[in-house]
């Protein structure tokens, strides 16, 4: 238990434990989305693969790596917000009861759960306007044989197998969503014991 001096006694320091372990799991996970996408889908065996997370996003197209700038702008700017909005948790964790604290848990608790909703809301968009303009249905998960209109392949059938999954970063993210959450609910008890 943290102790603090107050004049003349100790008292236990008010901590805000859910929004510690937020804030770290959010500044993991930019880490992790660095290297492990949270949605991959493969086209064929590895013909075409796409690896997408707020923080990082690529494409393999036979071998070749790209991205796209757009996108990669879209990544920074979604690695500066979760960080800064991580360290602004974790600053308000160890001091919930300064008078900058509740600010600084309004902008950080928010960010983790921004990213995720933004990231499966555009997802579902873009697995529906890929179905709709180009009549191919990408799975959100599982493996969907289809086959590529023929405008694509000059008149040739060509089926192709696509197989999509959430990856594990992608769950993590789910458990950070909920840790700053649960921060924001703590807060309100860290309120309400405050000695008058």
Partial sequence: MFLCRSEGGTLPAKINWFGIA???????????SAY???WQLVVGENLVKANVS????????IGSSFTIPLLL???ISSVILMTVGGIALLIYSFKP????????????????????????VCLVAITLVVKSVWDLN?????????TLPSEMTQGATVSVLMVAS????????????GLC?????????????QPT
């Fill in 22 to 32: 937020g804030s770290i799991a959010v500044l993991l996970l930019i880490c992790i």
């Fill in 36 to 38: 492990f996408p949270w």
């Fill in 54 to 61: 707020p923080i990082y996003t690529n494409f393999d197209f």
């Fill in 73 to 75: 702008a879209l990544n």
């Fill in 97 to 120: 009861l300064a008078s900058y604290s509740r600010r600084l848990l309004s902008f950080g608790y928010k960010k983790p759960l921004y990213s995720l909703v933004l990231f499966v």
């Fill in 138 to 146: 990408v799975p959100l998960t599982g493996s969907v044989q289809t």
């Fill in 166 to 177: 959430f990856q594990w970063p992608f769950l993590l993210a789910i458990a950070a969503a």
């Fill in 181 to 193: 959450i649960a921060a924001r609910f703590y807060d309100k008890k860290i309120a309400t014991s």
